[in-house]
């Protein structure tokens, strides 16, 4: 089947009723995902958003639960669950792997974290491939293709002037019922791609394994901010501080974004911090990525989508990073 | 641009090799093209890697801080960088002796990317450094930038109303990743008043109100101090138009105090920390 782009106006707006659909576009200057209002302003040709779409899933702050003294002195506590259903459109194959990491962080191994479950479960993901890559991009040398996300609920492939549309999971087929009326019989012709920044991650992990005390890291972090943007920017990165603010008798417990780059992430009761410095933390940040993940769940936390490559502010690069370890002998 | 780069591999090594300094700061080349970025070396014959050309945007004088007490290091000082060290040297975070600095007249980094000038070299006021030990390159001469408050006062010609609704925009961009504080020479506090949990100043949530908080209270902190290099305009992943609230302040001290520029020299007081009987009181 195929979604002919004069109809995507219409099948966003027909989606839109039952749901708030996320589109790439530029909000303020900013490009992230936003809810979609009119076809022309999205900008779905745009290699990737400067935001990942990670805060569809896991919002840079979430209310947890209300709590507090009522008006006749009892102690009362209220669950929040803000979930909706939501549709991403247009995301792209890194994001879309970003979010099977997230998954695997927030509902596996005997964890269940119940406010991304309750997001999640209402998420419906349709990926469109990538026809252009920016010089930052290297999600193929990650062990994904650019054009294709097989996780994705739907996957649509851009032609001239359609798409092509596939539904691969079951969630996926049940909602193209709805999408009928604006699919139509064809195929189209799709560019062949791949991506111009290449990295060899053969035999990164093993060496990593070995590298905890390497120089690199004193090295590499000397020119590092110790700021969140990388960790901010990464639609991977995913941990988080719980809190709370109290005004008079009511108070709200929530969590929101934390980045392991910042000295206070580690920082203990009696003052102690096992990362003082941003070596520890740079490391880190480097070791969770390419190693630690793969240890515990297989596959590495990074999705090869660039965003830290571009917006650091010192051009600290992860693919430099990962020459430099094939160039070692450790 | 070359011979500035040939002289500061020349100078690098021989500062290096006669132990004058323990470690210098310069740029060295990025994976693309054009791009630079921060490079430190300690072993002179890695000097061949440092890089000097139109796209060293990375303003380095921050970094002499954060190294301080590590042996004396060299660093490129153009006139952000040398107004940066002369920031720390007033504020007594760094010592005179700790630094050697390689001057260098600067006429303005580009933009890797669109090849234009940034817009912190535009609105830059002091191209040749104003501190140093030794001069790499004849100074530059350099027309004043235009009228530096052309965004602020068009923040203050709006309405209550429409400013209100521009900072919330503004703010709401704001993603609380601080770099604009990291990079910024003027933020030396031992503990950040964002770091400070006990105390709790500043709310973890990410929002308008708190978001608004941390970056006014960012402004009033560096308030006298800022010396306009713009790198914190300049990191902001989010774009926001930072300097036009350090300029704000700058304006403001400028009609109540008279004309004062910081970074200018390495002493004290800037105007805020000034008492003269004479200042002006119209708010008490
Ligand atoms: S690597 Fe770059 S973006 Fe990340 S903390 Fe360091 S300076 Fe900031
Ligand atoms: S580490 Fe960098 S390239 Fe990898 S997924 Fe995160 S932001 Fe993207
Ligand atoms: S650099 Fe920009 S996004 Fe980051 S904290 Fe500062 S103002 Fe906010
Ligand atoms: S506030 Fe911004 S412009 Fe002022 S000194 Fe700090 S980084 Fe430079």
Same mark, same amino acid.
């Given at each position: 089947?195929?979604?002919?782009?004069?109809?995507?106006?219409?099948?966003?707006?027909?989606?839109?009723?039952?749901?708030?659909?996320?589109?790439?576009?530029?909000?303020?200057?900013?490009?992230?995902?936003?809810?979609?209002?009119?076809?022309?302003?999205?900008? @779905?040709?745009?290699?990737?958003?400067?935001?990942?779409?990670?805060?569809?899933? =896991?919002?840079?702050?979430?209310?947890?639960?209300?709590?507090?003294?009522?008006?006749?002195?009892?102690?009362?506590?209220?669950?929040?669950?803000?979930?909706?259903?939501?549709?991403?459109?247009?995301?792209?194959?890194?994001?879309?792997?970003?979010?099977?990491?997230?998954?695997?962080?927030?509902?596996?191994?005997?964890?269940?974290?119940? =406010?991304?479950?309750?997001?999640?479960?209402?998420?419906?993901?349709?990926?469109?491939?990538?026809?252009?890559?920016?010089?930052?991009?290297?999600?193929?040398?990650?062990?994904?293709?650019?054009?294709?996300?097989?996780?994705?609920?739907?996957?649509?492939?851009?032609?001239?002037?359609?798409?092509?549309?596939?539904?691969?999971?079951?969630?996926?087929?049940?909602?193209?019922?709805?999408?009928?009326?604006?699919?139509?019989?064809?195929?189209?012709?799709?560019?062949?791609?791949?991506?111009?920044?290449?990295?060899?991650?053969?035999?990164?992990?093993?060496?990593?394994?070995?590298?905890?005390?390497?120089?690199?890291?004193?090295?590499?972090?000397?020119?590092?901010?110790?700021?969140?943007?990388?960790?901010?920017?990464?639609?991977?990165?995913?941990?988080?501080?719980?809190?709370?603010?109290?005004?008079?008798?009511?108070?709200?417990?929530?969590?929101?974004?934390?980045?392991?780059?910042?000295?206070?992430?580690?920082?203990?009761?009696?003052?102690?911090?096992?990362?003082?410095?941003?070596?520890?933390? @740079?490391?880190?940040?480097?070791?969770?990525? @390419?190693?630690?993940?793969?240890?515990?769940?297989?596959?590495?936390?990074?999705?090869?989508?660039?965003?830290?490559?571009?917006?650091?502010?010192?051009?600290?690069?992860?693919?430099?990073?990962?020459?430099?370890?094939?160039?070692?002998?450790? | 641009?070359?011979?500035?780069?040939?002289?500061?591999?020349?100078?690098?090594?021989?500062?290096?090799?006669?132990?004058?300094?323990?470690?210098?700061?310069?740029?060295?080349?990025?994976?693309?093209?054009?791009?630079?970025?921060?490079?430190?070396?300690?072993?002179?014959?890695?000097?061949?890697?440092?890089?000097?050309?139109?796209?060293?945007?990375?303003?380095?004088?921050?970094?002499?801080?954060?190294?301080?007490?590590?042996?004396?290091?060299?660093?490129?000082?153009?006139?952000?960088?040398?107004?940066?060290?002369?920031?720390?040297?007033?504020?007594?975070?760094?010592?005179?002796?700790?630094?050697?600095?390689?001057?260098?007249?600067?006429?303005?980094?580009?933009?890797?990317?669109?090849?234009?000038?940034?817009?912190?070299?535009?609105?830059?006021?002091?191209?040749?450094?104003?501190?140093?030990?030794?001069?790499?390159?004849?100074?530059?001469?350099?027309?004043?930038?235009?009228?530096?408050?052309?965004?602020?006062?068009?923040?203050?010609?709006?309405?209550?109303?429409?400013?209100?609704?521009?900072?919330?925009?503004?703010?709401?961009?704001?993603?609380?990743?601080?770099?604009?504080?990291?990079?910024?020479?003027?933020?030396?506090?031992?503990?950040?008043?964002?770091?400070?949990?006990?105390?709790?100043?500043?709310?973890?949530?990410?929002?308008?109100?708190?978001?608004?908080?941390?970056?006014?209270?960012?402004?009033?902190?560096?308030?006298?101090?800022?010396?306009?290099?713009?790198?914190?305009?300049?990191?902001?992943?989010?774009?926001?138009?930072?300097?036009?609230?350090?300029?704000?302040?700058?304006?403001?001290?400028?009609?109540?105090?008279?004309?004062?520029?910081?970074?200018?020299?390495?002493?004290?007081?800037?105007?805020?920390?000034?008492?003269?009987?004479?200042?002006?009181?119209?708010?008490?």
């Amino acid at each position: 089947m195929i979604l002919k782009k004069e109809n995507v106006q219409n099948l966003l707006d027909e989606l839109s009723k039952s749901a708030l659909v996320f589109v790439p576009k530029e909000v303020d200057g900013v490009l992230k995902f936003a809810p979609f209002k009119s076809a022309d302003e999205m900008t @779905l040709d745009i290699i990737n958003t400067t935001l990942p779409p990670k805060d569809l899933l =896991f919002p840079q702050t979430q209310k947890m639960y209300r709590y507090g003294i009522d008006a006749d002195g009892k102690m009362y506590v209220d669950p929040s669950d803000d979930s909706a259903e939501q549709v991403v459109f247009g995301i792209r194959t890194c994001d879309m792997q970003s979010i099977v990491c997230m998954d695997d962080v927030f509902l596996t191994k005997g964890f269940v974290d119940e =406010f991304y479950q309750a997001k999640r479960d209402k998420l419906l993901t349709v990926a469109i491939g990538c026809n252009k890559v920016a010089e930052t991009c290297f999600c193929d040398s990650m062990g994904l293709d650019p054009q294709n996300s097989p996780t994705a609920d739907i996957q649509l492939l851009e032609g001239d002037d359609a798409y092509s549309v596939v539904a691969q999971t079951e969630k996926g087929e049940k909602a193209l019922e709805s999408w009928k009326p604006f699919l139509s019989e064809g195929s189209v012709e799709v560019p062949k791609i791949e991506c111009a920044l290449k990295v060899d991650m053969t035999g990164v992990k093993d060496k990593l394994d070995r590298m905890f005390d390497h120089p690199i890291w004193e090295e590499l972090s000397a020119k590092c901010l110790a700021c969140g943007t990388c960790t901010y920017v990464c639609p991977t990165c995913h941990c988080f501080d719980i809190s709370q603010e109290n005004k008079m008798k009511d108070g709200v417990r929530f969590r929101c974004w934390d980045s392991c780059m910042f000295s206070e992430y580690t920082q203990m009761a009696g003052d102690h911090n096992p990362r003082p410095t941003k070596k520890e933390r @740079l490391r880190n940040r480097f070791m969770h990525k @390419l190693c630690f993940f793969e240890d515990r769940y297989g596959k590495t936390l990074c999705v090869g989508c660039g965003r830290c490559v571009e917006k650091c502010p010192v051009s600290v690069d992860i693919t430099c990073l990962i020459d430099q370890i094939g160039e070692f002998d450790v | 641009m070359s011979a500035i780069e040939d002289k500061i591999r020349i100078r690098t090594k021989e500062l290096l090799e006669s132990g004058e300094v323990a470690e210098f700061i310069g740029w060295g080349k990025g994976r693309f093209e054009n791009q630079t970025s921060p490079l430190f070396i300690k072993d002179p014959s890695r000097v061949d890697e440092l890089v000097y050309n139109d796209y060293c945007v990375n303003t380095l004088g921050k970094y002499a801080y954060q190294m301080k007490g590590d042996g004396k290091i060299a660093l490129c000082v153009r006139g952000c960088d040398a107004r940066a060290i002369n920031r720390m040297l007033s504020d007594k975070a760094l010592n005179r002796e700790d630094v050697y600095l390689l001057g260098i007249p600067c006429e303005g980094m580009r933009d890797r990317k669109t090849n234009e000038v940034l817009k912190k070299c535009q609105e830059c006021r002091h191209h040749n450094p104003v501190v140093y030990d030794e001069l790499l390159g004849e100074e530059v001469e350099f027309p004043l930038p235009e009228n530096r408050f052309v965004e602020v006062e068009a923040i203050e010609q709006m309405s209550t109303q429409e400013r209100a609704d521009y900072f919330d925009t503004v703010f709401s961009k704001c993603i609380r990743c601080y770099a604009c504080r990291d990079v910024c020479p003027c933020c030396t506090c031992n503990q950040c008043f964002v770091d400070q949990r006990e105390a709790d100043w500043q709310g973890k949530q990410s929002n308008i109100p708190e978001n608004r908080f941390f970056g006014l209270t960012r402004a009033f902190h560096v308030g006298d101090r800022c010396i306009e290099c713009g790198e914190c305009e300049r990191v902001c992943p989010m774009g926001l138009p930072l300097m036009s609230l350090n300029r704000k302040l700058i304006k403001d001290m400028n009609t109540l105090f008279g004309e004062f520029e910081a970074g200018m020299g390495d002493e004290g007081p800037d105007v805020l920390r000034t008492y003269k009987l004479d200042d002006v009181e119209e708010f008490m």
